[in-house]
């Protein structure tokens, strides 16, 4: 049986995500994680958990796990060490000098951590330069990552399982009526939630006779202060903070929305799994133009996109979906078209698998 070494945080869902599929292709899979792991489903399907002494400490400190990680490799003896995120995770798999060694760049790790200090930066190409390959989930960042190294870039979207996230029938979080503009997202800083709330009460001083509702999915550091926003909109009797739910429940979440609006303000958005998730259950998406979103969204034929940070334009694109009911069909039936033809998980999770068969051919 091959074995795989995941370096990566354990409770990040996208670690979640990718372990449990390279799993179900009959795949050894040992994580590596520095951040503690409380059990769960990965240990449930069969992974291994290894949370170094130094989980949940400094990030200064996290270089000195390498003694453990050699030991964990001496153990275990991969066929191949995959590290998911290119700074701390990825500084561990190069000092680690075990071959192959496979590197995911994910967002702010090429976008933010290079550009800390000169001294980040040499550590970022180092990275690079000692990975066997690279993966990136989307064209945007392949093209952030070529500034740093010559070496090619695999290109490996994160999909979504097109039997979960797909139209349904739910109970709503508001009436039937309801015309429910909202997201499925942290409430961080870089998701730009804010503008969001603004353009909603916007449009509600604009719309007065259409029954809206804003929906705002997740939990995050910002909740209190877009709590606080919405009441100071005098718009709380429209909205509903769900704070955290279950995974499980995303789907259903998704399938409440009449228009999925993601107003991101950060280039660290690299890819845009919630859209792609709105868009398999034939959501019309509004997305800004930053990171990997406009490469997701196909502008005016799967959604919309709007510059960051700009309320008006925002409510603009939103009104436009919301008097405009065939135009948000069609946009979503698009939207899942697109889905269906470039963001197939199955699809996604093979590309994955074949870039690692060929890394084993090759040793042979």
Known sequence: MKKILILSNANSSHTLKWVLGILSK??????????????????????????????GKRKILYPLAVDELWQVIKEFKPDIIHAHYASSYGLLGALSRVHPFVLSVWGSDVFDFPNISAIHKRIFKYNLKKADRICSTSHVMEREIKKYTDKDVSITPFGVDLNLFRPMHVHHAFKENSIVIGTVKALETKYGMEYLIDAFALLKKRLKGYPLKLLIVGKGTLDAELKARVSNQGIEGDTIFTGYINPIEIPSYHNMLSIAVFPSIDDSESFGVAAVEAMACEKPVIVSRVGGLPEVVEDNVTGLIVPPKDVEKLADAIEKLVKEEQLRITLGKEGRKRVERLYRWEDNLEIMLGIYEEILASKN
């Not at 040992?30 to 989980?55: E, M, Q, R, W």
């Open 26 to 55: 009959g795949y050894k899979v040992k994580i590596f994680s520095l951040t503690p792991y409380p059990g769960g489903v990965l240990a449930d399907k069969g992974a291994s958990i290894f949370c170094a002494s130094y989980a």
